[in-house]
């Protein structure tokens, strides 16, 4: 009973485990800087109209428009800032994901993928090692014929009843016997078979010895007329009889080569089922193992996929979080650049920093060489001085004949004549060397910081919504963490039920092996006896083949004397074998092939169940936590399990983790909140690129160079000296040549010798720094033209950029911080969208499961009871041949004593015509009464 009980739940018990089934490179471009002034005038005109032409002829508008930086003519060349690197390293992989949330119409750049991390295929199972479903199985077909013999309802109450042990084995078997008419017809056909063969042979028997009795009271010499008056008979008819007994003889060999092959079969089928019960208790201890196994593979992975990716996706976001410089405030820094170009005003600042350091520099120079000039102007006027007073002393001490020629001398304009203290004490010019020590570059590079202060000062201004999101993204992860414990409890409740019912069942099968022995030894006795049977009869034709009809004949009533002896021991092994292998395919086999409905394993385990009570859940919610958490219909986990689906999906374990609500992150509004509080508003209400001291610097830059420097080049044209020195000297000779005193004209001639030493000396020295003078004069007003016309450019241009961050600033950082905020949730997107395509279509599938139902069904039936039925039914094949066997073996040994009769009578006759008859006890009389006697 136990050992039956054992049979038929085991292979439901075997889903247990199914119950469960994560910088700015700037370059710097001169803006219509002069290299060098050309050597003269023309040169430096022609190079400032040059210079003039590229600049624009109106000033750019204060109004802002699309893009400022490409309606502003600029003459310096601008470099775009490029990428920062650590930007681009933070990227994972290009193209977004669908899972994000968000708003917005516009394509997002900022989205990225996360690559989650393979799931580990786990551990190997055991069972598919065996290769049970391997090879044909060659008793299945019994199974058809016990479907004829036994009833189509299955009897489930008598089924539930050994279940719960209201029934012992032998009640279950006597009251099965009530809805088995047809297999109780079948046993009663057996029975009546199985007495057959004995009652057959002992009337035979009887028959023969009445026979016997009869002959025996005719005497000797009746018996020697019969026989002599019955040989002439036989001569007649032993053609006719040869050819009966070679008939009968052949369809007897048939039925020993068709009994060859039914013990052929038995043997198999002993060894067959040797074999399935020997590996019975390794096969359910790897059954229950695979189980295990499933178990803490699923659960693994369902951890895996939930925790990794959990993990993966928070820590994904938090390092974006913690690189929002890099990410979010970059980006708006390049946006308002391309958008307005603020990287070439700073630029042009910088240009305009250094180009009026240069020009306070030439203004400093220009000083110096005013100094040197007025230095030598000065010396040159002593001199002149000096010279004039020699002429008029000259004119007061000529004498009388030569006064009118000295009167001609006149030493009037002998002064300098050109006015240096003008340009040493310009206010404009000292404007401009104070230049050198102008702050112009520390207000641009404040300015330029602040621009580049944008990324910092938006992590500033995020911080606390950023930590915010941080302890929301932790909370949500505790809580996930905290639900994925029901998988845990439940994991461990489904292997402790798995690790008790295996103990149970190995504990079960510890008495099979010993069992196995005795039925082993049946078995084999079973074969060997119908090997004897057969071994004695096949010898008899053997011997009847060969002639020696005598022996064959003995040997074949030896044959059916074994028979009688042995075929009710042989039907009783018979009936054993069917009525525990039928009843085996009924409550055992039939159930668990009934693909797809299994509606007996069905209505005996499913809600509402005949085991449980009805109106109680079914298998696997008693399995589980004995509710309705895993109340899953049987033919439903074998069915998507034999298609492999994933356990999650199969076994509903959403009421264990509910995976649709663990990661619907659009429900999380503690993380939502967080991430509105992430604005931007303030760190552009509070930027300001042009300050008023940059635009105070800048005024001032415009009126310093705005200078008219023609006034003083005009001072200085002309003659150094109000006279003419050189004509003075050659008037002054000409007067000495017609003085006709030679004192007076030696006083004279010294005189013109002195002014020419003066002019060489003094005068064309004095000339040629004036031209210097003039020269760099010159060169300071070409390069002072383009300066005042690039700052006057460079205030319009970053009174367009104020104006253009002031209203477009805060719409473009609120545009990049919405794509940020949807880089965010585009992460959770996609934890959301890989959790649940993985729990419902790859991860844990519970193939396995349907692997252990296969596994334990093949071995309960085709390794254990389809044997057990192959057995009986090879038995019952090879009784009903030697049953259709025994009266042909009868037939051959009536023709086997006739051909002995009819050959002992032609050598009686040959003898008694050599020879005559005497009383010797070996007359042919007394041979022919022996062997009588002995048949």
Known sequence: MRLLSLLGAVPLLVFVGAALAVHDDCHTHPLCRVDDVADDVDALASTAAATLDQQPTEETQLEPTPHIADNINLSAESKVQEPDSSESSLERSGGG??????????????????????????????????????????????????????????????????????????????????????????????????????????????????????????????????????????????????????????????????????????????????SGMDRSGAVMNAAFADLATFLRNSHRQLQFVVGSALDQTVEATITDLDNIESILGRPIQREIAGETGVDVAMDVLMDISMSTHNIAEKGVMLQQSAGAVRQLSRTTQERLVELKMQVDSFRRTCNLRDRPLCDTVDSAGLEVKIDLERIMNDVRLADLRRLRNDSLSSIAQQARSEFQFIPHQMAATTREARLGVKRELDMQRIMIREQLRGLDDLSKHLSTKVEKMRDWTLRKLDDVPQIEEWRWLTGILTASSVLMIWTVMMSAISCGCCGSERKAGCTLIFALLLLAVLSVALWAVLLAALVVGGHGQLFVCRPLYEEPDFSVLTALFDRPNMYYGSGKPGLFSNVGFKNET??????????????????????????????????????????????????????????????????????????????????????????????????????????????????????????????????????????????????????????????????????????????????????????????????????????????????????????????????????????????????????????????????????????????????????????????????????????????????
């Open 97 to 274: 994901s669908s899972g994000g949330g968000g708003g917005g119409g516009s394509s997002n750049n900022m989205l990225s993928t996360l690559v989650f991390p393979q799931v580990p295929r786990g551990d190997l199972y055991k069972l598919q090692t065996f290769g049970l479903g391997d090879g044909f199985f060659v008793f299945s077909y019994v199974a058809s014929l016990l479907g004829v013999l036994q009833p189509a309802d299955y009897p489930l109450e008598l089924a539930n009843d050994a279940m719960q042990k209201r029934l012992s084995l032998s009640d279950l078997l006597v009251k099965s016997l009530s809805f088995e008419p047809g297999f109780v017809s079948f046993l009663a056909v057996c029975g009546v078979l199985a007495l057959l063969a004995p009652l057959g042979l002992a009337i035979l028997g009887c028959v023969a010895a009445s026979r016997k009795c009869k002959s025996g009271a005719g005497g000797a010499g009746k018996e020697t007329a019969d026989d002599a008056s019955n040989s002439s008979c036989d001569s007649l008819r032993d053609t006719c009889g040869n050819c009966r007994r070679r008939t009968v003889l052949c369809f007897l060999q048939l039925l020993v080569v068709l009994i060859a092959a039914g013990m052929t079969g038995i043997f198999v089928a002993n060894e067959q089922l040797g």
């Open 630 to 935: 895993l109340d899953v219909p049987i033919r439903t986990v074998l069915a998507e399990c034999r298609d492999n689906r994933p356990a999650y999906e199969t076994f509903k374990l959403s009421k264990v983790f509910d995976a649709e609500g663990a990661t619907a992150f659009k429900t999380w509004h503690g993380l939502h909140a967080e991430l509105d509080r992430m604005s931007v508003d303030q760190s552009f209400r509070n930027l300001q690129l042009l300050t008023p001291s940059l635009q105070k610097t800048l005024q001032g830059l415009l009126d310093t160079t705005s200078v008219d420097l023609s006034s003083l080049r005009t001072a200085l044209s002309g003659s150094v000296t109000a006279k003419d020195l050189t004509s003075f000297a050659k008037q002054m000779e000409n007067v000495a040549n017609q003085i006709k005193d030679g004192a007076t004209a030696g006083r004279l001639g010294s005189l013109v010798t002195k002014t020419r030493r003066l002019i060489s000396t003094n005068i064309l020295p004095l000339e040629t720094r004036r031209d210097e003078l003039v020269y760099q004069l010159t060169a300071l007003e070409v390069q002072l033209m383009p300066i005042e016309k690039q700052i006057t450019q460079s205030m319009s241009h970053l009174k367009t950029i104020q104006y253009f961050v002031g209203n477009q600033g805060t719409a473009i950082a609120q545009e990049k911080m919405r794509q940020f905020v949807e880089r965010i949730l585009n992460y959770v997107g996609q934890f959301q969208e890989y959790v649940l395509d993985s729990v419902h279509n790859t991860v844990a599938p519970c193939r396995p499961v349907w692997n252990v139902f296969q596994g334990v069904r093949q071995l309960l039936c085709r390794h254990l009871v389809d044997p057990l039925n192959g057995l009986w039914f090879c038995t019952m094949w090879c009784m009903v041949l030697f049953l259709l066997a025994t009266p042909t073996s009868i037939k051959l040994i009536g023709y086997f004593d006739k051909m002995r009769k009819s050959s002992l009578l032609a050598r009686t006759q040959i003898g008694s015509q050599e020879s005559p008859p005497g009383p010797n006890w070996t007359s042919p009389e007394y041979v022919a009464k022996d062997e009588v006697k002995t048949v």
